[in-house]
Structures are given as C-alpha cells and as structure tokens.
C-alpha cells in the first residue's frame, strides 16, 4: 500500500520556466513533509520541508506547498536551471518520527536547456 | 570533508549467498540510518543504529536480515540466504545526533542484485 504517491514519473520544463512536482499521501497521521534531490550514484539530498502547521514554506527557488484537506502536496521550483534535472522524492512521517518516514517513488525532473 | 561512503557500490550475489553491504558515517556522526528501496518503491526505513546499540529495527524483515554498529569501523547490513526480492538499493544515512529526516545525510547506496 502505497501512502504517499508521485504520480508522475516524469516532467520535462523549459529552463526559467516553473516546474511544479506533486505528492499525494493518504495517511492522516502524517504531520512533516519533505523533499529531496537525488542525482545518479549518489544518495537523496535533503531540499526542503513543511510541517503540517503551514501550508507553504519557501527557501529560495523552492516552494513546497500544503493542501491538508486535499492530502496533496507540490514543490514549486522557479526559475527553472538545467542543474536541477534529477529525481525528486516527498517523504511523509508522522511526529518527523525517521521510523515512520514514507517516500514516494520519485519524479524525475529534466529542465531543458 | 567526505560525506557518507557506502561500499560496495554495486553487489551480486547467487540466491543463497550471503551480502554484506557497509556504511560508513560522515565523521563526528554517531547515528546511522540504513533505507531499502525497492524497485518501483519509494525509500522504505529499515533499522537506525548508534554506536554498539540497536535503537529501532521496526523496518527489518524479520528474518535473514542483522545490521550492526560496532565501536570501530563501519555499519554493515547483512543480509543471509539472499532471495531474489532482496534485489534493491540500500541507502545509509547518518547525523550526529538523532534527528529528524531533514538532517540526515545519505550516502549513495550500494546495489544489490541476487541472480
């Protein structure tokens, strides 16, 4: 059973132009929300997080979005840089307990030069 | 500086074998994290060690899976009598302190295939 889904494997965006990255979960329970980067050979890099209690949180050229009703969460990356291209995974964990942590499966960004 | 190191980087082994797949954490960091990722599966916690203690292996199959932290050296996951469902990636992490998600670093995983 998959809790937390990322429902497209793959997004191709024209360099400075946004790139929006979904997440859907369905377990209410979950109270901290996070994204990371994952380039080829190396391991998931943290980028950014939002706890249950906001429903936006920004740091730079990203933007993590929170729809509590909707279970839904997006990353918003803009402006767009060719250096962004790599896989992109929300993590989901109740309490931000690690022992209960959920990560979709991933979306893999290609930003176009 | 270096990060987290995992090694192997790639592993194969026959169904029956046994695996052993190493971490060791950034320097400083006493917590270690190890994840499996299934094919077409998000990362999936399996166990999180300190140094010579087992804190939490709620996420370990009950069986033919151990992982360790010994005082010297690296984490390892062993792993016996591999199946081929144990095929997968294994991610360690670690932070110098137990921490939420956000502060843990990852190295860049080791895997594991089974024939």
């Known amino acids: 059973d998959q809790q937390v889904k990322q429902n497209s494997p793959s997004l191709s965006v024209q360099e400075g132009r946004i790139s929006i990255l979904n997440c859907d979960y369905t377990?209410?329970?979950?109270?901290?929300f996070l994204w990371y980067k994952k380039y080829p050979a190396e391991g998931p890099t943290f980028l950014i997080s939002i706890s249950s209690i906001k429903d936006k949180n920004e740091d730079g050229r990203f933007t993590v979005f929170l729809n509590k009703s909707a279970k839904h969460l997006s990353l918003h990356i803009v402006p767009s840089q060719p250096g962004d291209s790599a896989v992109y995974f929300c993590?989901?964990?109740?309490?931000?307990?690690?022992?209960?942590?959920?990560f979709g499966t991933g979306t893999k960004l290609q930003v176009i030069p | 500086n270096a990060g987290v190191m995992q090694n192997p980087r790639h592993l194969v082994r026959r169904r029956g074998q046994e695996a052993r797949l190493r971490c060791s954490p950034m320097?400083?960091?006493?917590?270690v994290y190890w994840y499996r990722q299934l094919p077409e599966e998000g990362l999936k916690f399996m166990v999180y060690?300190?140094?010579?203690?087992?804190?939490?292996e709620s996420g370990m199959p009950k069986e033919r899976f151990s992982a360790e932290f010994p005082k010297e050296g690296p984490s390892i996951l062993r792993i016996q009598q591999v199946v081929r469902g144990d095929s997968a990636a294994y991610f360690c992490?670690?932070?110098?302190?137990?921490?939420?998600?956000?502060?843990?670093?990852f190295g860049p995983g080791t895997r594991l295939t089974v024939l």
């Open positions: 060690l300190q140094k010579e203690n087992i804190i939490d």
């Open positions: 992490a670690s932070s110098p302190r137990w921490t939420g998600l956000g502060e843990q670093f």
């Open positions: 993590a989901a964990s109740a309490d931000g307990g690690y022992q209960k942590v959920t």
């Open positions: 320097k400083g960091h006493s917590h």
């Open positions: 377990n209410s329970m979950f109270d901290y």
